[in-house]
C-alpha cells in the first residue's frame, strides 16, 4: 500500500509538471533578449547615394542611376552589381553588437580619432546620409569600435565588416571585358599565331566551323570558351584612355576575337603584348581603356582549332531520338518510339520497326545503340580526303538518319570499311573521318542487330 501510495504522488507531481510547461512555459518568449539595433536600419532598394571614405587610399561615391548604380568618385564608370548588392546588405544587416560607453571623452582609445573608415548612406526623401565611423578592432578582435558622428556614445559591430567596407574603387567597378553572354554568340572568328578559323552556331548547341574548312566542331569545347569569353574579367587596369597602342602590343594585336552577335552586331577583343607577371593587355576594339586579363583564355587559344574539332562521331541524347531510318545491305528499315502511359500515369517509351517489316523492339536495346554512337572516338581528321571509294565510304556498312523531337533537326552519319580500317561522314563536314575501329564495329553490329 505504501509503494502504490509514492507512486501515486510521484504521478500526480509530474502530471503538474506537465501542466505548467504546457500553461506557462510555453506563453513565454523563445529568448529574453531584446533584438538588436540596426546601425542603419535602411531598405537596400531606398538607397540613393554612398560613400565609402577609407583612412587610406582614395574614397568611393556611388549613386544610384535609372539603369543601375555607377561610380561617380575618384571617376565615373560603370560599377559591378554584385559587389554594390554585397556592400547594401551589410549596411541592411549591421547591428550594433554592444554598447561601450554611452559617452565618450577620448575617441583616440578606439580608433575614432582618426578612423579606418567612414560611411555614409543617403536614402529617399532623406536631407542628409546617415553616418557611420569605423575605428580599431577590440582586444580579443572579435568586434569593431564605432560611433555615429551625431552620438556620443561608442559601440561595437562584428569584426567581418572590416573586409566587407575595405573596398578600393577597381574593387567596386564593372571588369566584365566584353558584356557578353554565351547564349547570344551567332558566330566567332579567331587570328592568332596559331592560325585563322571561324564558327557559326547551327541551331540551339551545333557549332560549324566555317573557316578554314567546313567542319563540325566540339559542342561541349566550344561551350567551354564561349563560357570564358562570356565570364572574361580584368585583373587590373593599364589605362582608362590610351593614347598609345603600340605600348601594349594592341595596335598590332598578337590575337584578335571577333564576336558576331544578333542583328550584325559584333563585338572585337584585341590582345596584345605579355606582360611581366605573366598575364596579357587587353581591349574591346570600340573601347579606349586597356586591361590585363589572366593567361587562362590564351592557353586555350594556344591549343588552336584542332582542340574545337569534334572529336566523336556525333554527340546524341537517346532521350532526343524519336525515330531513325537504317540503311544497309540495300536494304532500309525505318523504326519509331512511341509513348505510352504505364499505371502510374508515367510516360512509358517504346520502340517498333515498321519496315521492311513490323516488329516490337527491346527499349534498352534501341537506347544502348544510340549511346554507342556518342563513343566512337574519331583518330585522324582527313581534311583532303580521295574519293569516297578510297574509304569503303561509296557503299557504307550503315547509313543512319536520326529524327529528333522538333524543333531539333534530323542529323544522319554513315561508316564505311576499307581493309582494316573503319571511316566515317556526317553533315555539315567536308572531313573524312578514320575512326577507332572496335567502336565503329561495335556500332554497325548493334545497329545490324536491331
Do not use: C
Amino acid at each position: 500500500m505504501k509503494v502504490f501510495w509514492k507512486t501515486y504522488v510521484a504521478f500526480v507531481v509530474l502530471v503538474g509538471l506537465g501542466a505548467y510547461i504546457y500553461f506557462v512555459e510555453r506563453k513565454r518568449p523563445a529568448s529574453d533578449e531584446k533584438p538588436k539595433e540596426k546601425v542603419f536600419a535602411v531598405q537596400p532598394d531606398k538607397v540613393k547615394e554612398l560613400a565609402i571614405a577609407p583612412s587610406q587610399g582614395e574614397s568611393i561615391r556611388l549613386e544610384r542611376k535609372d539603369d543601375g548604380w555607377r561610380m561617380v568618385a575618384p571617376r565615373d564608370v560603370a560599377t559591378a552589381t554584385s559587389e554594390v548588392d554585397s556592400l547594401l546588405s551589410s549596411i541592411e544587416t549591421m547591428e550594433i553588437d554592444e554598447v561601450v560607453l554611452e559617452t565618450a571623452d577620448n575617441l583616440t582609445d578606439y580608433g575614432l580619432d582618426k578612423p579606418k573608415v567612414a560611411i555614409e548612406v543617403l536614402v529617399e526623401g532623406a536631407s542628409e546620409p546617415a553616418k557611420l565611423l569605423i575605428g580599431k578592432k577590440t582586444p580579443g578582435e572579435s568586434a569593431l569600435y564605432a560611433k555615429r558622428p551625431t552620438e556620443a556614445r561608442i559601440f561595437t559591430i562584428a569584426s567581418h565588416l572590416e573586409n566587407a567596407f575595405n573596398k578600393k574603387p577597381f574593387d567596386l567597378r564593372d571588369r566584365d571585358l566584353l558584356h557578353v553572354k554565351r547564349d547570344e554568340i551567332k558566330t566567332l572568328a579567331i587570328d592568332g599565331p596559331e592560325g585563322r578559323y571561324a564558327l557559326k552556331r547551327q541551331g540551339e548547341d551545333t557549332w560549324i566551323f566555317t573557316a578554314p574548312l567546313k567542319t563540325r566542331a566540339g559542342r561541349w569545347s566550344v561551350d567551354s570558351l564561349l563560357g570564358s569569353l562570356e565570364y572574361l574579367r580584368l585583373d587590373s587596369i593599364a589605362a582608362e584612355k590610351a593614347e598609345n597602342l603600340a605600348s601594349f602590343g594592341i595596335d598590332r594585336p598578337k590575337r584578335t576575337i571577333t564576336i558576331g552577335l544578333a542583328e550584325d552586331a559584333s563585338k572585337t577583343l584585341q590582345i596584345g603584348n605579355e606582360t611581366a607577371d605573366n598575364k596579357f593587355y587587353a581591349r574591346e576594339a570600340s573601347a579606349a581603356l586597356v586591361g590585363v586579363i589572366p593567361r587562362t583564355l590564351i592557353e586555350d587559344l594556344e591549343k588552336g582549332m584542332s582542340e574545337l574539332r569534334a572529336k566523336r562521331l556525333l554527340d546524341v541524347s537517346a532521350y532526343d531520338v524519336e525515330g531513325f531510318d537504317l540503311e544497309s545491305d540495300g536494304q532500309k528499315s525505318v523504326y519509331a518510339r512511341s509513348a505510352d502511359k504505364d499505371k502510374d500515369g508515367i510516360d512509358s517509351h517504346k520502340w517498333k520497326r515498321s519496315k521492311p517489316d513490323e516488329k516490337n523492339i527491346e527499349t534498352s536495346a534501341v537506347q544502348d545503340v544510340l549511346f554507342k554512337i556518342g563513343g566512337v572516338d574519331v583518330q585522324e581528321f582527313i581534311d583532303a580526303p580521295e574519293p569516297l571509294a578510297a574509304y569503303g565510304l561509296d557503299k557504307p556498312a550503315i547509313k543512319v538518319t536520326l529524327r529528333h523531337v522538333a524543333p531539333k533537326p534530323s542529323v544522319w552519319f554513315e561508316l564505311g570499311k576499307k581493309g582494316d580500317d573503319f571511316y566515317g561522314r556526317r553533315p555539315d563536314d567536308s572531313a573524312i573521318l578514320k575512326l577507332d575501329k572496335t567502336k565503329a564495329q561495335e556500332l554497325i553490329d548493334g545497329f545490324k542487330g536491331l
